[in-house]
């Protein structure tokens, strides 16, 4: 039997860690997992040491990862253990796995390649060679093992093991439980990896896959045995791009479960029919991506091909079934000026969003949006990869005129959103040098919304780690 401990800075569900400890857990594995922002960066080492782990795994994107990194290096540094890293971040830079603390990266799906190295280990046999695995070969260059095929089944796989999270009282008594019904997005969003992802796993399977729908209500109905479920949040990309498989499923979950449930969808996705199933089936709210209000800035730059009109089209749709929505929206996009970023507040204003989610856009490496920022001129040349752990609230971008009011605009412009005749001072009000008192502003209004939502104490919304994070939604 090995032993796997997976590692995370803040409080917050991830799907990969539940899915690959239940994976090691049905082929006699031991896993656990702690969270630093809980236990302390001080107790972690001597509880690494007492624990004695076979492999330590963390799962990083390309913001905030140098902790990972960092702690990696400690680890080996005291102990006798293998480093495995997964996530966006080695997948769509592998050289990552040349770094030093790091023994192995992999490359998309983990599950079989975590098995495999743990099989390894635990049969003391060599593991150098496993699909998936990138690591440092003896001359410093990078060593990348090929990718197994996609897997075909999910109903194949263990639920997730949420016992590794729900240790942690604050998330177990969460009424809001979140859930995933498949894997893969079909579109090529700039601005995601979806794009790069469907080129690495050209011709090793079908990308978008669903797990059947009596898996999900199954999944569902024995979380429900075990924990407190007042709300289900399905968070997949995009729930609603298998017409013929929502239907089936929400008639299902209708029947079977009857609990209030999120989820998120494209604009493009909606008719009339999927309305409607979604609000008789219990929709509590659903969230897209509305993202700027310029629609040739959102289908040219963002490749996002929805007008104007079709969002007020189907957010009008929502609104006669009874459904609210909330919607996610970029500020300091390339090419985005002070009229644009005022456009998005209105358009939200105008189609009636419940809650406008907003972000200051700022590019991740290996997507398209990128590769067109360093080629027009809007990264520096300096910008390093390690400059990324440092601009998750604010933007790497040069050369962009309305920079500064933009960034401001992110921060107050969902404060007009319920109130349009707000907008104009909103707008003045974004052209004054404020940025740190609109920052406060915001983690304030994000710490109300949380803790409205999620019903959670004060001390609780600060333990979760919201404010640093923004992992929650």
Same mark, same amino acid.
């Given at each position: 039997?090995?032993?796997?401990?997976?590692?995370?800075?803040?409080?917050?569900?991830?799907?990969?860690?539940?899915?690959?400890?239940?994976?090691? @857990?049905?082929?006699?594995?031991?896993?656990?997992?702690?969270?630093?922002?809980?236990?302390?960066?001080?107790?972690?080492?001597?509880?690494?040491?007492?624990?004695?782990?076979?492999?330590?795994?963390?799962?990083?994107?390309?913001?905030?990862?140098?902790?990972?990194?960092?702690?990696?290096?400690?680890?080996?540094?005291?102990?006798?253990?293998?480093?495995?890293?997964?996530?966006?971040?080695?997948?769509?830079?592998?050289?990552?796995?040349?770094?030093?603390?790091?023994?192995?990266?992999?490359?998309?799906?983990?599950?079989?390649?975590?098995?495999?190295?743990?099989?390894?280990?635990?049969?003391? !046999?060599?593991?150098?060679?496993?699909?998936?695995?990138?690591?440092?070969?003896?001359?410093?260059?990078?060593?990348?093992?090929?990718?197994?095929?996609?897997?075909?089944?999910?109903?194949?796989?263990?639920?997730?093991?949420?016992?590794?999270?729900? @240790?942690?009282?604050?998330?177990?008594?969460?009424?809001?439980?979140?859930?995933?019904?498949?894997?893969?997005?079909?579109?090529?969003?700039?601005?995601?990896?979806?794009?790069?992802?469907?080129?690495?796993?050209?011709?090793?399977?079908?990308?978008?896959?669903?797990?059947?729908?009596?898996?999900?209500?199954?999944?569902?109905?024995?979380?429900?045995?075990?924990?407190?479920?007042?709300?289900?949040?399905?968070?997949?990309?995009?729930?609603?791009?298998? @017409?013929?498989?929502?239907?089936?499923?929400?008639?299902?979950?209708?029947?079977?479960?009857?609990?209030?449930?999120?989820?998120?969808?494209?604009?493009?996705?909606?008719?009339?029919?999927?309305?409607?199933?979604?609000?008789?089936?219990?929709?509590?709210?659903?969230?897209?991506?509305?993202?700027?209000?310029?629609?040739?800035?959102?289908?040219?730059?963002?490749?996002?091909?929805?007008?104007?009109?079709?969002?007020?089209?189907?957010?009008?749709?929502?609104?006669?079934?009874?459904?609210?929505?909330? !919607?996610?929206?970029?500020?300091?996009?390339?090419?985005? @000026?002070?009229?644009?970023?005022?456009?998005?507040?209105?358009?939200?204003?105008?189609?009636?969003?419940?809650?406008?989610?907003?972000?200051?856009?700022?590019?991740?490496?290996?997507?398209?949006?990128?590769?067109?920022?360093?080629?027009?001129?809007?990264?520096?040349?300096?910008?390093?990869?390690?400059?990324?752990?440092?601009?998750?609230?604010?933007?790497?971008?040069?050369?962009?005129?309305?920079?500064?009011?933009? !960034?401001?605009?992110?921060?107050?412009?969902?404060?007009?959103?319920?109130?349009?005749?707000?907008?104009?001072?909103?707008?003045?009000?974004?052209?004054?040098?404020?940025?740190?008192?609109?920052?406060?502003?915001?983690?304030?209004?994000?710490?109300?919304?949380?803790?409205?939502?999620?019903?959670?104490? !004060?001390?609780?919304?600060?333990?979760?780690?919201?404010?640093?994070?923004?992992?929650?939604?």
């Amino acid at each position: 039997m090995a032993k796997v401990l997976f590692l995370q800075d803040v409080l917050y569900e991830a799907f990969g860690p539940q899915v690959l400890s239940a994976v090691l @857990k049905e082929h006699g594995h031991s896993c656990d997992l702690e969270v630093i922002s809980m236990e302390g960066r001080r107790n972690i080492l001597p509880r690494i040491r007492a624990g004695k782990p076979d492999i330590v795994s963390f799962s990083i994107s390309s913001f905030g990862f140098q902790w990972a990194v960092e702690l990696a290096q400690e680890i080996k540094s005291e102990i006798d253990t293998v480093t495995l890293f997964g996530g966006p971040h080695p997948t769509y830079f592998p050289d990552f796995a040349t770094s030093e603390g790091v023994d192995y990266a992999c490359r998309g799906e983990g599950e079989g390649a975590i098995l495999d190295l743990a099989n390894a280990i635990d049969g003391h !046999t060599p593991h150098q060679d496993i699909p998936n695995l990138m690591r440092r070969g003896p001359d410093g260059a990078l060593i990348s093992n090929p990718l197994r095929p996609l897997i075909a089944d999910l109903d194949s796989l263990p639920f997730p093991d949420r016992d590794i999270y729900f @240790k942690y009282r604050p998330l177990r008594r969460l009424g809001y439980k979140r859930f995933m019904v498949g894997r893969g997005c079909p579109y090529g969003c700039s601005y995601c990896f979806n794009r790069a992802a469907q080129d690495m796993y050209k011709g090793l399977g079908k990308y978008v896959r669903h797990r059947s729908p009596a898996d999900v209500v199954a999944e569902i109905q024995e979380v429900r045995t075990k924990y407190d479920l007042q709300t289900v949040g399905f968070s997949d990309d995009t729930f609603t791009t298998n @017409k013929k498989w929502l239907l089936e499923f929400l008639d299902l979950y209708r029947r079977e479960i009857g609990v209030p449930f999120t989820c998120l969808t494209r604009i493009n996705e909606l008719d009339e029919e999927i309305a409607r199933a979604l609000a008789d089936a219990g929709c509590h709210y659903v969230s897209f991506g509305l993202e700027v209000g310029n629609e040739q800035i959102r289908k040219t730059i963002l490749n996002r091909r929805m007008s104007d009109d079709e969002i007020r089209k189907k957010s009008r749709m929502l609104r006669d079934v009874g459904i609210p929505f909330l !919607t996610y929206n970029m500020f300091g996009v390339p090419g985005e @000026k002070a009229e644009d970023g005022i456009k998005t507040v209105q358009l939200n204003a105008e189609i009636g969003t419940s809650l406008m989610g907003a972000s200051v856009f700022s590019p991740l490496l290996g997507t398209a949006i990128f590769d067109y920022c360093k080629r027009e001129g809007y990264i520096d040349d300096s910008f390093d990869i390690e400059d990324f752990d440092r601009v998750a609230s604010s933007s790497p971008l040069v050369n962009v005129e309305d920079l500064e009011f933009l !960034t401001n605009l992110q921060k107050i412009g969902f404060n007009a959103v319920g109130f349009p005749s707000l907008i104009p001072l909103v707008a003045r009000l974004a052209r004054w040098p404020l940025g740190p008192i609109f920052d406060l502003a915001y983690k304030v209004s994000l710490f109300l919304r949380y803790k409205i939502r999620f019903r959670l104490t !004060t001390w609780e919304v600060i333990r979760l780690g919201m404010g640093s994070r923004g992992r929650f939604g």
